[in-house]
């Protein structure tokens, strides 16, 4: 019962807080960014749904733009370098666009072209410690993320090794976004010794509070 009652209280919570920031926002685009398994999608489409965005997540843009039906035949059959290409075509076109949420694929942060692209919306990192993103690929499999794929081993293991040697690669290239989502920081705010205790709900508010706090950027200030 009191369960119903909080998960009703923060989707209308949700709701009022989009209403101020869809003046802010003024139409501009939101792309999520983030690690695969950050959320990304899951995250993307309530922030769509609540501010009467539309939602588009660019692996599967690139999927139909190529004409295959997943992810990991597109970098089987062709390579990750025709992947990276192809989503790179697909987020410049998406970025003359207004009234989306993008959620791209864990890697278009490496290419400054695509942040040029994504600097004419508001980027939201979504930032998720290594465990809870390996605790999240091993329950679902690798099968739609080929950087992940493992012949072999335990997929706890085998997703964190994986995951932390991307995060190395990557650097600091996700804090290039005008907002960082710590989920480690609303669970202390919310004090859970966990962060996955974090509802997608819970998450979706925080780009709200802290896009409503920017003030370096003209429609959110
Ligand atoms: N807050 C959350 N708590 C637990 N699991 C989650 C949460 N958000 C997403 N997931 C799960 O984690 C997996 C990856 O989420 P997804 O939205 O596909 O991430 P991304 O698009 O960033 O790769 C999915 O199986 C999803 O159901
Ligand atoms: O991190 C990456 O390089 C990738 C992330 C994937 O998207 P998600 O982050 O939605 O899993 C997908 O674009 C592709 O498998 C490569
Ligand atoms: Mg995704």
């Known amino acids: 019962h009191e369960n119903l009652h ?22 501009r685009c939101i792309y999520l960014v983030g690690m ?5 999608s899951t995250v993307g489409k309530i922030l769509a749904e609540v501010l009467g965005y539309s939602f588009f997540d660019s692996d599967k843009l690139v999927e139909q733009a190529v004409g295959m039906p997943s992810v990991a035949q597109i970098f089987k059959v062709h390579s990750e370098a025709f992947f990276r290409d192809n989503e790179s075509s697909v987020l410049r076109d998406l970025s003359s666009m207004r009234r989306l949420v993008v959620a791209t694929g864990g890697g278009a942060v490496i290419r400054p ?6 600097k004419k919306g508001l980027s939201v ?32 293991t085998m ?35 966990d962060v996955s205790k974090l509802t997608p709900i819970d998450i979706a508010l925080e780009p709200f509070h802290k896009c409503l706090n920017i003030t370096s950027l003209s429609p959110c200030s």
């Open 36 to 40: 695969m398994g950050s959320g990304k």
């Open 159 to 193: 997703a964190f090794s994986k995951l932390s040697m991307l995060a190395e690669q990557r650097g600091d290239a996700y804090a290039n976004a005008d907002v960082r989502v710590s989920l480690e920081e609303i669970a202390s705010k919310l004090g859970h010794d």
């Open 125 to 156: 990192w979504l930032d998720v410690p290594l465990e809870a993103l390996a605790r999240r690929i091993a329950k679902v499999g690798t099968a739609s993320r080929p950087l992940l794929d493992q012949p072999s081993g335990d997929p706890y």
């Open 113 to 118: 072209v695509n942040w040029k692209n994504m």
């Open 6 to 27: 909080n998960s009703v209280d923060d989707a209308l919570l949700l709701k009022r807080k989009s209403e101020e920031v869809l003046f802010q926002l003024n139409g």
